[in-house]
């Protein structure tokens, strides 16, 4: 019997189809593989039936290791029990508010003892399962710390500006008032030394809001980052004699005992910015200390020494030794000193922070304050003893200036001529006025500024000398004349030919205000408009 051909089924014709169904499955499954978070399916017996590789390998980074009959329960106790999690809650009440959420669905967040931070989505399935996606959102954590950190430092920062416009504000206009009324004053009296008084008073109000001004010029500086030490090895006591000087007369004008204990101690640290610390504390002592003492001296404590400012005075009580260094923070008592913003507590302890120098006080009220600066030692054959006088600068405005300063008294024109050489400028002072020209020729001294007496030896007035120079060498360099004479014509007269006019005593925070006026900002200097 002959056979068709045709009905035998070739190999290909009886095959199998492919299971199409199987390939989307797999092709399915690699995508979640693909996606780089961890997921993974318990079935409705609460059994591991899925994991993707990256859920694989979170279970091993926190310890746990799996199997195809991992329950729930069992998930949670052995990721518990690692230790590995920093859990919020005894471990029960965590693991039994963990299964409901896996019940429920809902998310919580793992924190790691190595930092990082895991996200653990649940979803409830049709079925009873639950599928769960782990995702590692340690670094959106991180953004989202610094963008709360930056949100609160610009709410402090609008904050303190809102309390330092009050607080300016206030300190400003309270001598502003006065001036004003001082002004009225002089102009309608006949008195002349009536006058002469009410001119002393304006004097020291316009000095109260310069010093205010210069406190506010260094919370600018530091703020703009503009402070950078210069660590030297140098000995204490050239800081201390310094402190000495500039303050033992204003506590003999109140009637304090004001002792400097000298110091055979050399310290690392950086000259200025520790003078500036020191000053403000002893500042702070001369102002609030009504009788008694005052007392500057250091104290070795092993690698380190301990310069501290000890006074007699009304003390701090507890709950403000620690806002006291907060700018423009003012304890109740305090406020009735004149001048006194609150800034010089908190420019020293923002210094002190920038060169790592511990800051400390110690105060009880009536029983008086210690404020100490925790500074390390040095080796004293290290330090710079030949270096030159200190400069005593914050944000280096005047570095590299040349000013010529006329002054017949020889202490009052050394003591210029210092505080202008530590401010970094290059000084030529003369006390001698013959052929003043002449000899300034024949250097290459060309100054920046001049600084001059208003009446000079020989009966030469500076206003005068310093046309002479002017013409002569061809200068345009702006002046400032001091005068102890506070005849109203007089110093009228003077601004009137075109020279701003400073009335001695002249306090460094005014001649500061003056020299930055009429060198950077001249168009606030009525005088030189004239």
Known sequence: MATDSRSEASPRATAPAPDRAAEHVSEVLQGFDSIGHGLAVWSRNDLLIYRTKACAQFFEDVGVKPS?????????????????????????????????????????NYTCTNGRIYCNERWPLPNGGVSMLIRD??????????????????????????????????????????????????????????????????????????????????????DAGQVKPRITTFQLSTLLERMDIEFSHQAREKGLN????????????????????????????????????ILVGVRRTRDKVRLEVRDSGVGIAPEHCEAIFDEFYQVAHSRNHRGALGL??????????????????????????????????????????GEPEINEKIGGEFVGLSILVLEDDEILRDALTELLERWGIKVEAFGAFDDLAGRLRETAFRPDLIITDYRLQGGLKGDETVRDIRA????????????????????????GDGFPVLIKPVSPPRLRVMMHNILYEPELVRELKS
């Open 68 to 108: 195809d009959d991992l329950s729930l329960t069992d998930f949670l106790n052995m990721l518990a029990a690692t230790g590995f999690l920093l859990l919020p809650q005894d471990t029960e009440v965590w693991t039994e508010e963990e299964l409901r959420l896996f019940r429920t669905g809902g998310a919580s």
């Open 137 to 222: 959102i340690t670094e959106v954590k991180r953004h989202q710390t610094s963008l709360e950190k930056a949100r609160d430092e610009a709410d402090r920062a609008d904050k303190t500006k809102s309390r330092f416009l009050r607080a300016a504000n206030h300190d400003l206009r309270q001598p502003l008032a006065t001036l004003k009324i001082l002004i009225y004053n002089c102009m309608v009296s006949d008195d002349e030394e009536h006058k002469g008084d009410l001119l002393h008073a304006m004097d020291i109000s316009v000095s109260i809001m310069e010093d205010l001004l210069g406190a506010l010029l260094n919370v600018g500086q530091l």
């Open 258 to 293: 004001f002792r400097v204990v000298q110091s055979r101690y050399a310290v690392v640290t950086d000259r200025a910015l520790l003078e500036r610390i020191v000053s403000n504390l002893v500042a702070n002592a001369v102002r609030y200390t009504e009788r008694g003492s």
């Open 344 to 385: 010089g507590l908190s420019i020293s302890k923002r210094i002190a922070d920038i060169l790592e120098h511990p800051l400390d006080v110690k105060s009880r009220p009536g029983e008086g304050t210690i404020f100490s600066i925790v500074l390390p030692v040095g080796d004293i054959l290290q330090s710079d003893i």
């Open 472 to 495: 002569k060498l061809k200068l345009d360099a702006p002046a400032i004349v001091v005068t102890a004479d506070t005849d109203p014509k007089l110093i009228e007269g003077i601004r």
